[in-house]
């Protein structure tokens, strides 16, 4: 079965960076997007950004830019959000998101990583 | 970028009652690519509706999505202990893709 397992609480300080993973399974991790996705407490749902775990090519929203890096390891079927510059705005609850193609809905969904951004 | 607003931002019915929840978006979208999803805390969301209308595999009938252009509309027929939760409208035919913001649907 498709499975999307993040990795783990994190507790930064403001300014130092974060690397969340999302560990895919049960599909061919080629053939579909990934997206991240976040959610501050108590709010609603954000994009950040998208890869091509094929070709590693992004697109992130421009909110990001600059800040954010996605990347994948084709050999582990894993792909990484890293977020720098973090400020205490940052912590929410940040998801991976499966998409068959570029404009497709979120089929599947990991459980989520809580960053929590404090001094 | 396309906002989408969703309404109400919270729903105060009874089980067996219907829900009505509206999704507005500030251009025209194209009904393919207009998504629902339901969040219940401490879960990651999951996908109800797919191309304004289309149920996702495993949604009860229940469940059904409607609109085109700007308006779209969530309405689950009858209301089932489980269904409370909130609701998110996605477009996703341009980046960056969006949300609306939510509406809750709460036990009265």
């Known amino acids: 079965q498709v499975q999307l397992v993040q990795s783990g609480a994190e507790v930064k300080k403001p300014g130092a960076s974060v690397k969340v993973s999302c560990k895919a399974s049960?599909?061919?991790?080629?053939?579909?997007?990934l997206h991240w996705v976040r959610q501050a407490p108590g709010q609603g749902l954000e994009w950040v950004g998208i890869i091509n775990p094929s070709t590693g090519s992004t697109t992130y929203a421009r909110k990001f830019q600059g800040r954010v890096t996605m990347t994948r390891d084709t050999s582990t079927s894993t792909v990484y959000m890293e977020l720098s510059s973090l400020r205490s705005e940052d912590t929410a609850v940040y998801y991976c998101a499966r998409a068959p193609t570029v404009n497709y809905y979120f089929d599947y969904w990991g459980q989520g990583t809580l960053v929590t951004v404090s001094s | 970028e396309i906002v989408l607003t969703q309404s109400p931002g919270t729903l105060s019915l009874s089980p067996g009652e219907r829900a009505t929840l509206s999704c507005r978006a500030s251009?025209?979208?194209?009904?393919?690519?207009l998504a629902w999803y339901q969040q219940k805390p401490g879960q990651a969301p999951r996908l109800l509706i797919y191309?304004?209308?289309s149920r996702a595999t495993g949604i009860p009938d229940r469940f059904g999505g409607s609109g085109s252009g700007t308006d779209f509309t969530l309405t689950i027929s009858r209301l089932e202990p489980e269904d409370f939760a909130v609701y998110y409208c996605?477009?996703?035919?341009?980046?960056?893709?969006?949300f609306g913001q939510g509406t809750k649907v709460e036990i009265k």
């Open positions: 191309g304004a209308s």
């Open positions: 251009q025209s979208v194209s009904s393919t690519y």
């Open positions: 049960g599909y061919t991790f080629t053939s579909y997007y």
């Open positions: 996605q477009q996703y035919g341009s980046a960056p893709w969006t």
